[in-house]
């Protein structure tokens, strides 16, 4: 049935739908991918990257309040065809519990977060039907999905909750553990791009690098890891294809819009030298402390960063980041990033690893006759190790590494095998069963 625009208010209901188009699912070739936006407004040509990946199937549209804002836009004034376009409100966790809202989110081939208040989003939606849906999306449909503002803010394994109320920079480098530095971490959306990376939007106004670097500090501190961050200026969007390239779009040089990639630096030791409770941050090491690649957004979108290895980039300068008891320094121009995620850069060789992506179990075709077990390990995109062993698999004339997965987080991982020439690694894609 078309309809320009059909509302779904009912009493008994605790949702609210928007549908703009043909109310009925329909299946295409949707692509994967992520879109993360700085709020304050949407780019037109972001958006319309976004839409393209639906190959004109139904758009799904998330908030909390407000009404169908979005429907006009992506279903006319983009001109980019789809199928539907259905805002749901989803203000309560009733709402996030009903099976039409965790339905139309599943049949989605493209999702859409809105701006908003990320508390609410996280409180009543994480551990609901809603964040299932979501990560269904994400990691096994394998769709674009996105969010402006707020709803950026949810979209990465780690992501500042705002369940005490906002922060701002200097709040969180005085007091990186006050009750207003809400983190969560691997427990809410689940993308395969996003692993240890925290968002911040609204990057330019106002500053978000203090709270961002803040950010980065306590997940460094307690989990142990080089906690990695993407900001991003208003206006300005960054959209991460199926293989990784995350493309900046925005309206530079008329405007200063950009995204920011940063990362704790891989040189030991990585951790801030203070990130505790009634202290402010230090976090210098060797004015060091944390590689940032910033890249300007344009309307074609040319200018790149690889997060395959976090180091890779096109049209962006590298800057140091560091804090000095609270205070933020920038230091232009500094050397790039060389940690290649902690992965060895050992020689490559003739080898076919399959299938990728995989949830179970991986086998990679060596061209050398094995006489003894291959040691290999797994890790994660930031270099620990989560899984190693040795395998010896003979097939035919030729040598089938079997390796048996156990159960990992989905997300982007590099499995690395000792070779007669050295080690050799290659990206590796996890998703569930």
């Known amino acids: ?33 992520l ?52 805002t749901l409100v989803i203000p309560s966790a009733d709402a996030a519990a009903h099976p039409y809202v965790e339905q139309r989110i599943r049949q989605a081939e493209v999702l859409f977060i809105a701006g908003g208040d990320q508390a609410e989003y996280v409180t009543y939606w994480k551990d ?17 999905v996105g969010g402006t503002s707020a709803g950026c803010a949810i979209l990465g394994h780690a992501y500042f909750s705002a369940l005490n109320g906002t922060v701002g920079s200097q709040q969180a480098l005085n007091s990186p553990y006050s009750g207003l530095m809400t983190i969560g971490y691997n427990d809410f959306l689940l993308h395969p791009w996003m692993q240890h990376v925290i968002t911040d939007t609204h990057y330019d106004n106002p500053d978000r690098r203090g709270r961002h670097i803040a950010f980065l500090a306590r997940l460094t501190t307690d989990y142990g890891f080089r906690a990695c961050g993407i900001g991003i200026d208003e206006y300005t969007a960054v959209c991460i294809d199926e293989s990784g390239i995350a493309r900046v779009f925005g309206e530079y040089p008329t405007y200063d819009d950009y995204a920011y990639f940063l990362q704790a630096n891989c040189f030991e030791p ?30 074609s979108g040319q200018y790149y960063f690889d997060l395959n290895d976090w180091e890779s980039g096109s049209g962006g300068k590298w800057q140091d980041w560091y804090v000095d008891h609270g205070q933020l ?37 060596l061209p050398w006759q094995m006489v003894e077990p291959v040691a290999f390990c797994l890790m994660d995109a930031f270099g620990k190790v989560v899984f190693e062993g040795s395998s010896l698999t003979q097939s035919g004339n030729r040598e089938i590494l079997h390796i048996s997965l156990p159960s990992l987080v989905p997300a982007c991982y590099f499995l690395q095998i000792a070779t007669p020439a050295g080690w050799m690694s290659q990206r590796l894609l996890i998703v569930h069963p």
């Open 35 to 86: 879109v993360l936006a700085g709020g304050a407004g949407d780019n037109n040509d972001a958006m319309k990257w976004m839409l393209q990946r639906a190959d004109s199937g139904d758009v799904v549209v998330l908030r909390v309040s407000d009404s169908d804002g979005y429907n006009n836009y992506f279903y006319t004034s983009l001109k980019v065809p789809v199928n539907s376009v259905e």
């Open 270 to 299: 990585f951790e801030p030298e203070t990130c505790q409770a009634g202290q402010k941050i230090t976090w210098i090491r060797n004015q060091q402390a944390v590689k940032v690649y910033r890249v300007p957004g344009n309307k």
């Open 329 to 365: 320094f920038v230091i232009e121009n500094a050397n790039p990033a060389d940690c290649y995620v902690g992965i060895n850069k050992g020689p490559a060789t003739d080898q076919s690893l399959f299938p990728n992506p995989a949830s179970d179990y991986v086998r990679i075709r």
């Open 128 to 144: 609901s039907p809603v964040e299932a849906a979501i990560n269904y999306l994400m990691q096994e449909k394998k769709v674009t």
């Open 1 to 33: 049935m078309l309809s320009s625009v059909l509302v779904y208010a009912a009493m008994a209901q605790p949702y609210i739908s928007y549908l703009k188009g043909d109310s009925s699912d329909v299946a295409t070739q949707a692509l994967p991918g």
